[in-house]
């Protein structure tokens, strides 16, 4: 116990200076080597990969002292080879596949087809695996029979891990915020950081330690450690709050995706996507969903590789992108100075400064503003009318009339987002930071520049905080690691996820730097009538992805009159890159993989919570019976669950990436600290449990509320409602600390209900 302990603290130790340590120093890190900014480097690629060691040295270490490694068994590796088979089969096919669209796509194929044939292959596909994984055995349903092998589950987690946010957005983000955002938005590799960092505390405090209880759910764990309805309720709850955030962004992007695979309505791609989800999670439960992730996981990382390593050889003849697009860094540099000096982005900065003004003017008497744009309207509408002008000018200022607001409060929403919309615009290479600058601000400038600075970094390190804890906590994710045979399977299956997560990861940074130099030495520059036909295509799906305009109306385009959305780039890509549409439609399909996987983990997380944790808590019911009803009950609540995040997705009610950070808080704070204590620490009582879980989800929901806008507006409150600047995304930092302080007292204090009923104590590195 006292050597796995000493382990732990150790790796742990470098776990902490490899990404706290470097991030804080990053910008004293700022010398070259070999062409790449250290701290930039370290960041982007050298964490990730101590990370990767820190798993793989746990992992061997503990097998090797708990004996398991050298356990054989004949039959299951006669599985296991048998899996490989099929899966070599599977890749060899979908390669062939591909092969096969790319010369019927050369030989006259429409690309309306080349999608559709695509979208329909890969969905059938995932739809027979659901269909043949059909099962209501409860233990098949929960957790696949606990027969998955580390490298297979590892791949499944991987799926299941990069969902919409990883595959869509995290490329963008990269390209929007650079190094580390901006101190109101932080960003950036912080998600590289927070996604990969968090599974060296999945692997050290966490995933071995729950597999040894041999649970179908993680509020299975707090009932079995501590006893009681409560411990249990609150856990079931927290599962289904955070699970429910994450998946409404996946539908969101599946959606999206499907829309512009299909042609058809934003809702409509919806249902179609959806359709995909249920047929897997809705027969098969974890049986299915897992072998259907194995095949979603090849899908999309080819989707990722393939665009970003033909624009690294298109650009440095090299494809190895995340090795060599370090060059490109120095480049981006000098045309950032180059736009910073231009005379005509300059002009364009200017314009929506003037426009924002405007918008400033207006909100200061809202109804007599309103009333003057009404009469503005009107009369031109008459004049134009009157002078006989084209019907396409008149249907213009007919449409600008119905798109005024309806009312003053409307107007003033209304204006006070166009208006810091402008004022965003207005600033240097349109509010985006200088892509390789690690924080904002100066820490030699001016006393502004300086607290300008310590904040971005305060605001980095908070939300690289809360995407590690809560990769500790969400359940979704802690409940793959139930699907192995042993707990060595489990210890040696989070290094294959972290793994097959980063070559993902390690990636994504590479392609938002090859992307934004595209942009900025090719695309900048181009008149607006021969823009590429993609920009139009995908401002069709959705206005917030990409919008240009000529704003100062010299017919070029300039930097800042492009307008991207973070979930624009990965998409576009091909097209960027000049590539066939077959590798459009790969991509199309992979970021529909990344969703539709996440999305199958985590309605069964969410229907699992409700009928098994709730309903039934856990109870076995009579026998075979009481357990078909109880795998019954969690289809027919994941089903409704689904209806209800496909409803919540067709809002649209923020981006992806904003989703998805907010859940991993949520986690975090309702379940990381008290888990872990109760794992380490056999003191941790069950009313610690319950206070410390209550106080973290509390506190981590009462400042993202209090941070909303609209809550803000609606309670009049002025000013800015942040603790210590740290922004709402980061809430978890609060609650973490707080159901850690919370559990702590609480268990000191009254210790006598350390050993309820039905508790186990702590689950250490022996046992439990």
Known sequence: MAGSLRLQGWLL???????????????????????????YWFAAQGSVFIFIAIVALFAWLANRQDGEIAVVDPAYGAYKRRLHWRFGAYVLCLLLFLLALALAEQWGLKKSWVGAIFLFATVCLYAVIGIYGRTSDAAEYYVA????????????TAADWMSAASFISMAGGLYLQGFSGTPGQPGGLVYVLGWTGGFCLVALLVAPYLRKLNLYTVPDYFQVRFGGRWPRMIAAFSAVLCSFTYVVAQIYGVGLITSRLTGVQFEIGILLGLGGVLVCSFLGGMRAVTWTQVTQYVVLILAFLIPVSWLAYKQLGNPLAPFVYGQQLPKIAALEQQLLSSPVERQVTDEYARRAQDFGLKLQDVDAALQSERLRLKDRI????????????????????????????AARDSWTLAMQDNLERAKPLGGMPAHAKAFAGDPHGSAA????????????????????????????????FYTTRTVAEARTSVVWSLFFIALL??????????????IMSHLVGQSFDSLPVWIAQWAKVDPALIAVSDVNGDHILQFSE?????????????????????????????????ALSTADGLLLTIGNALAHDLFFRGASGSGQAGAVRRVMLSKFVLLVAALVAAYVAAQRPADILYLVSAS????????????????????????????????????????MALNAVSVRAALGLSGSGLWFGIQSVSAGVFGILAGLLVTVVVSLLWPSSASPSGGQGAVGADGI
């Open 562 to 594: 492009l307008r991207m959305g973070a979930d624009i780039v990965m998409l576009a890509t091909p097209e960027l890159g000049g590539l066939p549409y077959v590798v459009s439609a790969l991509v199309a399909a992979g970021g529909l993989a990344a």
């Open 382 to 409: 008459r004049f134009l009318n009157e002078h006989h002008a084209e019907e396409t000018v008149i249907v213009a200022a007919r449409r600008e009339m119905a798109a005024l607001p309806r009312d003053a409060v």
């Open 449 to 480: 520049e300086r607290e300008t600075f310590e904040l971005s970094r305060l605001n980095f390190l908070a939300l690289m905080f809360c995407l590690m804890a809560g990769t500790a906590g969400l359940p979704h994710l802690l409940t793959r």
């Open 664 to 703: 991993f808080s949520l986690a975090g704070a309702a379940f990381v600290p008290v888990m872990v204590l109760g794992i380490m620490w056999t003191g941790t009582t069950s009313a610690a449990a319950v206070c410390g879980m209550t106080a973290g989800l509390g506190l981590t929901l009462y400042y």
């Open 13 to 39: 130790a470098i776990w902490f200076a490899a990404s706290f340590g470097v991030v804080f120093f990053a910008h004293d890190l700022g010398g070259i080597v070999n062409g790449w900014p250290v701290g």
């Open 145 to 156: 029979g606990r027969n998955i092998p580390a490298i297979y589950n590892g791949m499944a």
């Open 505 to 518: 990861y390690l990636a994504a940074p590479a392609l938002a730097v090859l992307v934004k130099y595209e």
